[in-house]
């Protein structure tokens, strides 16, 4: 769950607290080949970067100013990598083919901090905590992203799933580990943990169990393929879909509301949906609604606004600004143009990552970036870089 309570001074920008939940002209440093093979960049002197951004490319990574959007580093990194924000203001988690790797966005350096392990997968960021889940072991990794500043890897809670699937987990304010359950081949549910991970409770009716998001007042969910699971206050509750085959794989909440926004797929048998409706999901009443935007969106699609507005951005090339009461769309913000998700989740597509007030979105068909002011819907700034980017991440504090 992205849930960072910053200020940032981009110009033409209103300022304001933000609330942001499944990891970019010329100017990037090129690494020596003994870096290369590290993935790491040179060993000249970091320089600070002002609120970094983090993108992915073929063959490596892409730092960024957060304000003017300018290319400060380039670092080489083979192997198909993934970013997600680390919870400080410096840091963001790189998973890579040997596990999840700490950069130093800030210092524009990759640090010698590692959780190895095959398949990394889920970052969650919660109640002061990140969750590491790393899908070829079941292992979770659960620590402070404030002591990341200390130049080793901040020892922390584990927990290892009794079989390894490809899952997720997040630590509630209490303790409590919600994780779930499955194997390689069936994901069924979860369980809860208390801090000395001892079982509280569990749920196995949530077939195909896929992503999770945390809503106002810690209202946790997870998707399933016929709905989604909530936990609160020590119980769990089923909201089921209106169709026998309704997944919700993927979820952005926010602490400004009590709903979540969700994903919405129908065909059990396609190869790749694409879906044109998306779902709200009310924590409190336990209702679902659906909403059809009229236009598809990938997985990487999908944040909260500033005052937990939903976003949606659609392959009509526009951010959809949806009321997440009423599920009114409000606004539609045209950024790139038209496009259609690839059949290969890997291969790289339009991505937003929303930071405070703005909207951040990649053009790969163009190697372009644009920062979008969410307020006016205006265009802050744009770059065009090197190489066509794929995930798009930066440093977000606070949960």
Not at 39 to 56: E, F, Q, R
Not at 344 to 360: E, I, K, N, S
């Amino acid at each position: 769950m992205n849930k960072s309570i910053r200020t940032r001074a981009l110009p033409g920008t209103a300022l304001a607290l933000a609330v942001s939940t499944v990891l970019t002209a010329c100017g990037g440093d090129e690494a020596s080949s003994d870096a290369k093979a590290e993935g790491t960049a040179n060993a000249t002197p970091a320089v600070v970067v002002k609120d970094p951004l983090v993108a992915t490319f073929d063959g490596g990574l892409y730092i960024l100013d957060g304000e003017n959007l300018k290319l400060t580093k380039t670092i080489e990194m083979s192997g198909f990598n993934r970013v997600n924000p680390a919870g400080d203001e410096n840091h963001v988690i790189v998973s890579t083919d040997t596990g999840f790797r700490v950069l130093d966005a800030t210092g524009q350096a990759l640090t010698g901090m590692e959780y190895k392990g095959s398949k990394p997968g889920h970052v969650v960021r919660h109640a002061g905590k990140t969750v590491l889940f790393t899908d070829g072991t079941g292992e979770v990794n659960v620590f402070d992203p404030a002591d990341l500043s200390g130049g080793k890897k901040p020892e922390g809670r584990t927990y290892t799933s009794a079989q390894a699937h490809h899952g997720v987990a997040i630590e509630l304010a209490n303790g409590e580990l919600l994780s779930t359950l499955g194997t390689e081949e069936k994901r069924t549910g979860v369980l809860v943990l208390d801090e000395n991970n001892k079982e509280i409770t569990r749920n196995v009716k949530c077939p195909g169990v896929h992503g999770e998001a945390a809503a106002q007042d810690e209202a946790i969910a997870v998707g399933c393929e016929d709905g989604i699971l909530i936990y609160k206050d020590g119980k769990f509750t089923k909201v089921d879909a209106p169709d026998s085959y309704g997944r919700i794989g993927n979820q952005a909440g926010s602490d400004a509301s009590p709903v979540l926004l969700g994903d919405y797929k129908t065909d059990r048998e396609a190869e790749l949906e694409r879906p044109t409706r998306i779902s709200l999901i009310d924590t409190e009443k336990k209702k679902l609604r659906l909403v059809d935007l009229g236009t598809s969106y990938s997985f990487r699609s999908l944040a909260r606004g500033p005052e937990g507005e939903a976003l949606v951005l659609g392959t009509d090339g526009a951010i959809h600004v949806i009321d997440q009461t009423s599920g009114e769309v409000e606004k539609k913000i045209s950024v790139v143009g038209k496009w259609q998700e690839p059949l290969d989740w890997q291969q790289a597509r339009p991505t937003l990552f929303v930071r405070d007030d703005t909207a951040y979105v990649s053009d790969p068909s163009k190697k372009a970036l644009h920062a979008i002011d969410l307020a006016t819907g205006k265009k802050i700034t744009s770059v065009t870089l090197p190489e066509s980017t794929n995930e798009l991440s930066g440093i977000v504090a606070g949960h």
